[in-house]
């Protein structure tokens, strides 16, 4: 081989290797618009509870303190039941056709895990009572490998090293130094006590301010995010359950819109650039509860009233304020009043018997969030109730009693006769007579007996006040 074949050769070579070091080297990943990019995600799972055993409970204290400081999910819900094919859902995006908590499994489909490692990112499991690193024991003590997912997933080219199962003990960080080298993302899974499945909600919100409450205060200074959310609830309420997210990057606020485990998902991956795993591909990132974006929606609503209608509005996550919008045809608002304060308007600026349609949108220093159902209203002056009649007498008779009555109304569509025997017995209606009636004969009386009377008129569900009181005694 002479030189020039020998530098051919080499140069062959070289850009070969450059190919396979470009090959090898992982992608730049980014975060998708209108999502942060945290430098830790940290994802707790509890288990078996709905919303609203949750949601302000006396038992869960920590966790509610919490509420005002983070992102609250009013309407996030599992997938389905029982438990392993949620963490499956959440994790992977799929139940990977299991149905049940059934143990053990092999996959090898994309997973959060996997995708991680391929963006030269980092994933770690930790598992309460794990008894070791990588173990693919079903149970131990406390441990359920129903509730650890990435343990499946262990067949190419999704597979997820062994070393990122690690026993919770000894593995999760107590320190702002360990904290700050976790995994990019991390799911904690505590064990069947302290996770509320077979221990109480006060024991899992003791647990979680014991072992995470250190993570979030570490993250609020330090870019990173912990989210809390539970598997499934009890199967008493819609599978609703209980998603809060915390961090810096989080507006802290209610959020209304639905989200399931395939939205936290989803989320995660375009946080970091990711594929998709599964039904994530298709599921809608939650781009509102973020500090860079615009509130969410509210669900407005409205009451008619005489020269005024009453709206009300559920909060938008992140708004600071409200802008309300009116016109007199549907989808023809323009804004009303901007920067309303709180979560309710009376527009007193109305002609009764006119229609009026309104909408509502969230505004914070990003924007302005979209707007609301469109909801109308027809303001009508109150309906007048019929006059009272007045003077009424009574006279007592032979077992009979004869009524008299000064009749104001006009509008009347009858009157109704009350009596009683006791004075302190309440009045019972006895008759209904013509609207222009000034007399009535209780023939239902009996003898040697004393009665007492009131009348009023009637106007369909309108009534006027009561008349005066009479009393009469029949004749023996």
Not at 55 to 80: K, R
Not at 361 to 366: D, L, V
Request: with cysteine.
């Amino acid at each position: 081989m002479d030189s020039k074949q020998l530098r051919k050769l080499l140069i062959v070579a070289a850009a070969c290797l450059l190919a396979a070091w470009v090959t090898a080297t992982p992608r730049q990943t980014h975060a998708a618009a209108g999502l942060p990019r945290p430098d830790h995600v940290v994802i707790v799972i509890e288990e078996n509870h709905s919303f609203q055993e949750i949601y302000n409970s006396s038992s869960a204290p920590f966790i509610n303190s919490l509420v005002p400081e983070g992102a609250l999910f009013t309407q996030s819900f599992a997938v389905e039941h029982p438990s392993e094919p949620n963490y499956l859902d959440l994790f992977s995006g799929s139940n990977q056709g299991v149905t049940d908590d059934s143990c053990p499994h092999s996959f090898s489909t994309p997973n959060l895990g996997a995708q991680l490692f391929a963006a030269a990112l980092s994933f770690g499991g930790y598992s309460e009572d794990l008894p070791s690193v990588g173990s693919t024991v079903c149970t131990s003590g406390g441990y359920a490998r129903k509730h650890n997912p990435w343990v499946n997933f262990n067949t190419a080219p999704n597979a997820v090293p062994s070393s990122a199962n690690k026993p919770f003990a000894g593995s999760w960080p107590t320190t702002a130094t360990g904290f700050a080298a976790l995994p990019t993302v991390s799911i904690v899974v505590p064990n069947l006590v302290n996770d509320m499945h077979d221990g109480s909600i006060s024991q899992g919100d003791a647990w979680f301010w014991n072992n995470l409450s250190g993570y979030y205060q570490w993250a609020q200074t330090h870019n990173s995010l912990l989210i809390l959310t539970f598997d499934e609830d009890d199967s008493s309420s819609s599978n609703q359950i209980f998603t809060l997210f915390l961090g810096p990057m989080v507006a802290p606020g209610l959020y209304s819109n639905r989200i399931n485990h395939f939205n936290v998902l989803r989320t995660i991956e375009d946080m970091y650039g990711l594929g998709y795993a599964g039904a994530a591909a298709t599921a809608t990132p939650i781009t509102t509860a973020w500090t860079t974006s615009v509130p969410g929606t509210s669900t407005l609503s409205a009451q008619a009233g005489d020269g005024r209608v009453s709206l009300t509005w559920t909060a938008a996550g992140g708004a600071q304020a409200y802008n309300l919008y009116r016109g007199t045809a549907s989808n023809g608002e323009t804004q009303l009043a901007p920067g309303i304060a709180g979560t309710s308007y009376v527009d007193t600026a109305v002609t009764n018997g006119t229609t009026y349609y309104y909408k509502i949108a969230g505004t914070n220093a990003n924007g302005e969030g979209a707007l609301s159902n469109e909801v109308n209203a027809t303001p009508n002056a109150a309906p007048v109730p019929p006059a009272a009649p007045s003077n009424l007498t009574a006279t007592g008779g032979s077992q009979r009693v004869t009524l008299n009555w000064v009749n104001h109304a006009t509008t009347a569509t009858g009157i109704a006769i009350e009596r009683k025997q006791n004075p302190n017995q309440p009045f019972t209606q006895i008759a209904t007579v013509a609207p222009a009636s000034t007399t009535y004969v209780d023939t239902s009386a009996k003898k040697r007996t004393t009665y007492y009377y009131r009348i009023r008129t009637m106007n369909g569900t309108l009534v006027s006040p009561y008349s005066n009181t009479a009393s009469a005694t029949t004749l023996p």
